[in-house]
Each structure stands twice: as structure tokens, then as C-alpha cells.
């Protein structure tokens, strides 16, 4: 039930220290495709000023909810499944959003929805951050991020490393405004926008 995975574990230093500059605010924290509940454990025990409320697909929560159970932190709340496409998202209102190696894995259109669904989520002033491989117009991917790129393709044509630009603009359509950009481990990104 309880799943692990290596990327998490190599990660999520890097990514908590992002995250602790971010999000100094106390408040509700939605994280998106929260996997295998490793992050949720570590950035809540991390970050004991919020609130972290994990989701998923209905297949991971049992995973999730291991690693909850087994941590015993106040602050982390029992994940909840969110569909994309649902116009109605299990949380109404967040201080934040995190969602971090999903991007890439999802379709365009629900790559679109989540922007969409933040826009609507997040107050004035609240923070959507993502991490994961991007590629920018005008640079070269890097051979790793390209070998990624092609795997995620072959395994899955809707999937695929985003240009920055595309999902800038769909920020920005849904009223957040570009804030970060930092190079992380692997060629991974750590990207964040403030709601207007």
C-alpha cells in the first residue's frame, strides 16, 4: 500500500528549500498529484506553519494515507482525490497550491483545467508553485530532459515536456502573475506565480 519513490527522495530537499522562501504565509497549502505521499509528509513536516492538504487520483490515496498515518503530523490532512476536470474541486479556497512532477504527465487540456481550477482556488496574493522539466523557446533542451521528453511520448503522445512559454500564458490567463524561475538538480525547474 505504502509506495516510494527514488525521485522523491532525491528531490525534495531541493524543493523544501524553495518552498520555505514562498510560502512564509500560514495557510491552507492544496498540493496537485501528490503521488506517493512522500512530498506531503516532508513539506508538511517541514513547514509546520500550514496546513497541507494532499490529492490525487483515487488509486494513490491509500499510498498517501500510509505515509500520513505512519508520520502522525498535525498539519497534514488526509488526501482527498481531485479530478482535473471536475469543475468542482474537493477544496473551495487555498492560500497556496504546489503540484510538482505532473505537468509533464498529464494532457495539454488538463494541463489547461488545472490553471483554470487554481485561477478559481487561490486568494489575492496566494501562490501557485510547480517543479519539473520545462523547455524555453530559444534554448536547447537539455539531452536528458530530450531522452525524458521522447520516453514520455512514447509511453503517453498527450504527455511531453512543456514550453514555458504556453504554460506562462496560461498563468496568466487565469490571473497569476510569473514570480520565479530557479534551476534545480536533474534540469528540473522550480516556477512559481502570485494570484492578482
Known amino acids: 500500500m505504502k509506495q516510494s519513490s527514488p525521485s522523491c527522495e532525491r528531490n525534495k530537499e531541493p524543493i523544501l528549500a524553495v518552498l520555505r522562501e514562498i510560502l512564509a504565509v500560514p495557510g491552507l497549502v492544496l498540493e496537485i498529484g501528490s503521488g506517493s505521499g512522500q512530498h506531503a509528509v516532508h ?57 510538482i512532477n505532473t505537468i509533464h504527465i498529464v494532457s495539454w487540456a488538463a494541463v489547461e483545467r488545472l490553471f483554470a481550477g487554481v485561477g478559481r482556488l487561490l486568494k489575492s496574493g496566494g501562490t501557485l508553485y510547480v517543479y519539473g522539466p520545462y523547455r524555453y523557446a530559444g534554448r536547447s533542451l537539455e539531452p536528458s530532459n530530450d531522452e525524458f521528453d521522447c520516453w514520455l511520448k512514447a509511453r503517453d503522445a498527450a504527455s511531453g ?19 520565479g524561475d530557479r534551476a534545480m538538480p536533474a534540469n528540473n525547474r522550480s516556477l512559481w506565480w502570485v494570484r492578482n
Open 43 to 99: 513539506f508538511a513536516r517541514g513547514l509546520p506553519h500550514v496546513e497541507w492538504q494532499p490529492t490525487d487520483v483515487v488509486e494513490n490515496l491509500p499510498s498517501i494515507s500510509a505515509w500520513r498515518d505512519e508520520a502522525g503530523l498535525a498539519n497534514l490532512r488526509e488526501p482527498l482525490a481531485l479530478d482535473l476536470f471536475s469543475d468542482r474541486w474537493p477544496i473551495a479556497a487555498a492560500q497556496a497550491v504546489v503540484c
Open 161 to 179: 515536456v512543456r514550453l514555458f512559454e504556453d504554460v506562462n500564458r496560461l498563468a496568466l490567463e487565469n490571473g497569476l502573475a510569473f514570480a
